[in-house]
Every structure is written in C-alpha cells, then in structure tokens.
C-alpha cells in the first residue's frame, strides 16, 4: 500500500510539473490559451500557488479577459497578502481594463516606491483619464526624463498641459518633439494644439487630418476635429468625428460628453444618457457631465 501511494504521489508531482512547463512554454510563446489550459491543471493540484495564480492571470489577461485577471490576482493576494509582484500585475489589469480608479492607489504607491519608467508613465495615463491632469504633467515628466525620445509620453504630456491651459507647458513640449522628429503624428498633432490654442481653426484641422492620414486611429485626432466643427457651429460633423472617436476609443470621456451634449440638445435626452454615463463612468468627478446628465433627467 505505501510503495502504491508514494507511486501515485509521485505521478501526480510528475504531472503537475509537466503542466507549469507546458504554460511557461506556452506563455513565453505567447499561445495564451495553451498556457491558460496547462496552468488551471496545475492550479487543480496546487490551488495555493500564488506564482501560478499570477501566470494563469496573465495569460488570461493577454487574451483580454481583465476582469478576470483581476480576480485571479485578488485570490493571489489573499494567499499570500501584499505580495508586491502580484499587487503591480493587478495594478496593471486594472489599467487595461480602464478601471482608473482602482488602479491609481497602487500605481502611485509602485511608480513613488520603484520609479521605473513603465510605472510612472503609466501612473500619469491613470490620472490624464481621470482627468487629472496637473498630477498626471508630474508622473509624464518623470517619465520623459528618464526617456527623453519616447514620443508617446511627450504626446500626453502636450495634451495634460493642453488641458491644464499651461500653453508654455504645451511650447516646450512640442519644441522637444519637434527636435526629435517633426515628421512624426505626435508633431503633427502638437502643431494642431498650437494652432488651436491660437484660435488658428483652418491651420489646426490641417494638422490633426495630416495626423489622421498618417494613422487613422490616433488617440484624440477625431475628438479635436469635433470640438473644432463645435466651435464653428457645425454640429453634424462634430458629431460624426465624436463618433468616430468612440469607434477606436469608446471609453474617451471627452467624446462621450460632447456627443451627449449634441444629442440633448438636439432634444434626445434617452440617447445621450448613455454617452453622459460613460464619460463619468470614466471620470467620476466630471462636472459638465453630471450637469448635462443632469438636464437629461
């Protein structure tokens, strides 16, 4: 009987350590589902591990299931509670989910305690989509000194201070990007700010559709061709671009509030709710938003 049970305890470890090679091969090789199938049967024989929880999450993860990452790390922590791998990774699910203010707490504390470029500069996305942008100029900047050419943190960082009104802010910013490539999107895009900072409409929608020419999905593109058409009274365009916007971006705050201001005042209060309530979905803390949800009401 012992030499039998001591052979099955033996079977089962060979098979639970096929299992973490097999995901670990899988995931390096970025077949997400096999590594998924092999880390939820070594999971079945070892429920505790919180390394091969955290493996399980990310290949999960990477096949776009958030949400279930993040429970997978919850669990994770409640094994092995503070474990600082796990918290960063539920960190980052929470990010890619677009759930912002769950991630910020940890993302915070993670880009203050190790400020690595990843950290910070995700930290300044978290705050710039909660619309904080004075906070998030902080984070960006010490990102960008520690990569002085990564254009897409000079990218957001024009737009935070583009929002903040610190148009020297903007000037630096584009100065540097400029420096770097003034060819690129983000050149392009930074000319439009200037442009539209200068109430120059004709020089800046030249700019954000050279932008768009070159990449037909750049962030912000859509949404500053529709506040422009706002501005110049031309609400059908404007809204055409805000929906546009929302094709690539669905969860952009700005485009979903304008495009439920457009809809309420065209006297269609039920259709607009829903774009009001994602902008603060997103942002809780958005003004214009809740009043104009509130007029819907």
Not at 82 to 99: I, W
Not at 158 to 170: C, D, E, F, M, T
Request: proline share 5%.
């Amino acid at each position: 009987y012992a030499q039998t049970t001591q052979a099955n305890v033996a079977t089962v470890r060979q098979e639970f350590m096929q299992d973490v090679a097999r995901g670990s091969r899988a995931l390096r090789a970025g077949n997400n589902a096999a590594a998924e199938k092999a880390f939820r049967q070594a999971l079945a024989l070892d429920p505790h591990s919180v390394e091969l929880l955290n493996n399980l999450a990310i290949s999960v993860a990477r096949q776009g299931r958030f949400n279930t990452a993040i429970d997978l790390y919850k669990q994770a922590l409640r094994w092995k509670p503070g474990d600082p791998v796990t918290e960063k990774n539920l960190a980052v699910a929470y990010f890619s989910a677009r759930r912002y203010k769950d991630a910020l707490p940890l993302l915070e504390t993670f880009a203050n305690k190790t400020p690595q470029f990843q950290l910070l500069y995700l930290t300044g996305l978290d705050l710039f989509a909660l619309n904080k942008y004075k906070a998030s100029a902080v984070y960006l900047e010490r990102a960008s000194q520690m990569r002085p050419n990564n254009l897409s943190t000079l990218d957001i960082l024009g737009k935070a201070y583009w929002r903040l009104k610190n148009y020297s802010g903007v000037v630096k910013v584009f100065d540097r990007v400029m420096a770097i490539d003034p060819n690129s999107p983000e050149a392009h895009f930074m000319l439009g700010l200037a442009y539209d900072i200068a109430y120059r409409e004709q020089d800046a929608t030249r700019e954000f559709e050279a932008v768009l020419a070159d990449d037909p999905k750049y962030p912000g593109a859509h949404r500053s061709l529709g506040i422009i058409d706002w501005r110049e009274h031309k609400v059908s365009a404007a809204e055409e671009e805000f929906r546009r916007e929302l094709s690539h971006y669905p969860d952009d705050p700005i485009s979903n509030y304008m495009l439920g201001q457009i809809l309420r005042k065209q006297q269609q209060p039920a259709q607009a709710v829903p774009y009001l309530e994602a902008a603060i979905r997103i942002n809780p803390s958005y003004r214009d938003a809740l009043f104009q949800l509130g007029q819907c009401y």
